[in-house]
């Protein structure tokens, strides 16, 4: 069925987003918003449930369109936020359309044809004006964002020869329903009536409210090591180019609505003192030190939530190491918290389409710097 006005003139140069109900779909909408995207200018799409409802947009709304062969017809950037098999199936569509494609999910994010990239880190993998190679880019998982995005000053400044890193992980990283979960669940375990007609729905393997429990993707019965263990992994590899950098996650659901908190050890390649550690933290990209001993103010969820930056803090050397003669460490602790749904997903996918060129930094693209060429796909 053809989409309402998709042939007039304000319906070219389309930005889609799939999976526009869901929790990174909405983000997304809002940044697109804030950043004057017009709304004529957007394709919210979404599964067939959400057809034909209306979802907001800035100040006002705009109708859920559903994924169909002409869901691309006119875009200039597809951004994917839905499931990985929709990603499969849908991003080469897009290409074929003429869209540059930059998906969420984890479809594409280990294909050694399309960058994975965190502008902060590795923006130079990517050419603005230009294509990507399959006219796909992928975002990473959203604790690698956060991990790589805390430490790449520190990379920079000193190499990293390995990490340890244990997560508190918000659960709207499982998606909007999992939101929904946490409240429900918080409500019946205080004696509060429940309103939802699909309470007796889980996300989750174990009750989420008032409990901490190990992440919920499919453990390797082989190796014991988790789905979201083993993203932060090869991901942080593929991102740094490090393939046998060592890093040793433990990953773990905790009843917060939004923003995961990681609580990192990381090995420098080169001894470092406080102070400079310290220099390169605070001279960081999309970083914010929040490291006050004297008040005990740390990172935290609630103070990362709805933020760009990463908070990074709780800052000292390894007490279990001795510093050498110049009193320089090698390892170092940290605590990151970071915004899942927005660094860690549809921010990054943002400013990955700034960076190609593909969306403008404020307000509407001129005609002239709209890539149109289709990618080979
Ligand atoms: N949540 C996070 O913190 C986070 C962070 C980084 C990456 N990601 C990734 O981002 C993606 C979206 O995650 P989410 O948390 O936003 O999930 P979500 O809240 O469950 O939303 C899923 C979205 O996908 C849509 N959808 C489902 N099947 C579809 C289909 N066949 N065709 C078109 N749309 C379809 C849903 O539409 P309906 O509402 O109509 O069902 C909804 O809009 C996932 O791949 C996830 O791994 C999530």
Same mark, same amino acid.
């Given at each position: 069925?053809? *989409?309402?006005?998709?042939?007039?003139?304000?319906?070219?140069?389309?930005?889609?987003?799939?999976?526009?109900?869901?929790?990174?779909?909405?983000?997304?909408?809002?940044?697109?918003?804030?950043?004057?995207?017009?709304?004529?200018?957007?394709?919210?799409?979404?599964?067939?449930?959400?057809?034909?409802?209306?979802?907001?947009?800035? #100040?006002?709304?705009?109708?859920?369109?559903?994924?169909?062969?002409?869901?691309?017809?006119?875009?200039?950037?597809?951004?994917?936020?839905?499931?990985?098999?929709?990603?499969?199936?849908?991003?080469?569509?897009?290409?074929?359309?003429?869209?540059?494609?930059?998906?969420?999910?984890?479809?594409?994010?280990?294909?050694?044809?399309?960058?994975?990239?965190?502008?902060?880190?590795?923006? #130079?993998?990517?050419?603005?004006?230009?294509?990507?190679?399959?006219?796909?880019?992928?975002?990473?998982?959203?604790? /690698?964002?956060?991990?790589?995005?805390?430490?790449?000053? =520190?990379?920079?400044?000193?190499? @990293?020869?390995?990490?340890?890193?244990?997560?508190?992980?918000?659960?709207?990283?499982?998606?909007?329903?999992?939101?929904?979960?946490?409240?429900?669940?918080?409500? $019946?375990?205080?004696?509060?009536?429940?309103?939802?007609?699909?309470? *007796?729905?889980?996300?989750?393997?174990?009750?989420?409210?008032?409990?901490?429990?190990?992440?919920?993707?499919?453990?390797?019965?082989? /190796?014991?090591?988790?789905?979201?263990?083993?993203?932060?992994?090869?991901?942080? $590899?593929?991102?740094?180019?490090?393939?046998?950098?060592?890093? &040793?996650? @433990?990953?773990?659901?905790?009843?917060?609505?939004?923003? *995961?908190?990681?609580?990192?050890?990381?090995?420098?390649?080169?001894?470092? /003192?406080?102070?400079?550690?310290?220099?390169? %933290?605070?001279?960081?990209?999309? =970083?914010? %030190?929040?490291? #006050?001993?004297?008040?005990?103010?740390?990172? /935290?969820?609630?103070?990362?939530?709805?933020?760009?930056? @990463?908070?990074?803090?709780? =800052?000292?050397?390894?007490?279990?190491?001795?510093?050498?003669?110049?009193?320089?460490?090698?390892?170092?602790?940290?605590?990151?918290?970071?915004?899942?749904?927005?660094?860690?997903?549809?921010?990054?996918?943002?400013?990955?389409?700034?960076?190609?060129?593909?969306?403008?930094?404020?307000?509407?693209?001129?005609? &002239?710097?709209?890539?149109?060429?289709?990618?080979?796909?």
């Amino acid at each position: 069925m053809p *989409h309402e006005g998709r042939d007039s003139s304000a319906r070219r140069n389309c930005v889609a987003v799939v999976g526009a109900t869901g929790a990174v779909g909405r983000e997304l909408l809002g940044i697109l918003a804030a950043r004057g995207v017009p709304r004529e200018q957007v394709r919210a799409i979404a599964s067939a449930n959400s057809v034909g409802t209306s979802i907001k947009y800035g #100040d006002g709304s705009v109708r859920v369109l559903g994924l169909d062969a002409a869901s691309f017809a006119g875009c200039r950037l597809a951004v994917f936020a839905a499931d990985a098999q929709t990603s499969r199936r849908s991003a080469p569509i897009a290409v074929a359309a003429g869209a540059v494609v930059i998906d969420n999910s984890s479809a594409f994010r280990l294909d050694p044809g399309v960058p994975l990239i965190v502008p902060e880190v590795n923006a #130079d993998a990517l050419e603005t004006g230009t294509k990507p190679p399959r006219g796909i880019v992928a975002n990473p998982n959203c604790t /690698t964002i956060i991990l790589v995005t805390a430490l790449e000053p =520190l990379r920079r400044a000193f190499g @990293i020869g390995a990490i340890d890193i244990a997560t508190y992980q918000a659960v709207s990283g499982a998606g909007a329903a999992a939101i929904d979960e946490l409240l429900d669940t918080t409500r $019946r375990a205080l004696g509060i009536e429940s309103h939802r007609s699909d309470a *007796h729905v889980s996300i989750f393997p174990e009750p989420c409210a008032f409990n901490v429990f190990s992440h919920d993707s499919a453990v390797n019965p082989a /190796t014991g090591v988790n789905g979201e263990e083993q993203k932060v992994i090869a991901e942080t $590899r593929k991102i740094w180019n490090t393939p046998t950098l060592r890093i &040793t996650p @433990i990953c773990v659901r905790v009843p917060v609505l939004r923003a *995961h908190t990681e609580a990192i050890t990381v090995t420098l390649s080169e001894p470092a /003192t406080e102070h400079d550690v310290r220099a390169a %933290l605070a001279a960081g990209k999309g =970083l914010q %030190l929040v490291d #006050d001993r004297a008040a005990n103010r740390f990172p /935290t969820p609630r103070n990362a939530d709805g933020r760009d930056d @990463i908070l990074v803090g709780r =800052l000292r050397p390894d007490p279990g190491e001795m510093p050498d003669t110049q009193g320089r460490h090698r390892r170092w602790c940290l605590l990151a918290c970071g915004d899942q749904l927005r660094k860690g997903a549809a921010l990054n996918a943002v400013q990955i389409a700034e960076g190609l060129g593909v969306l403008p930094r404020l307000g509407v693209l001129p005609e &002239t710097q709209i890539l149109h060429s289709p990618a080979p796909v």
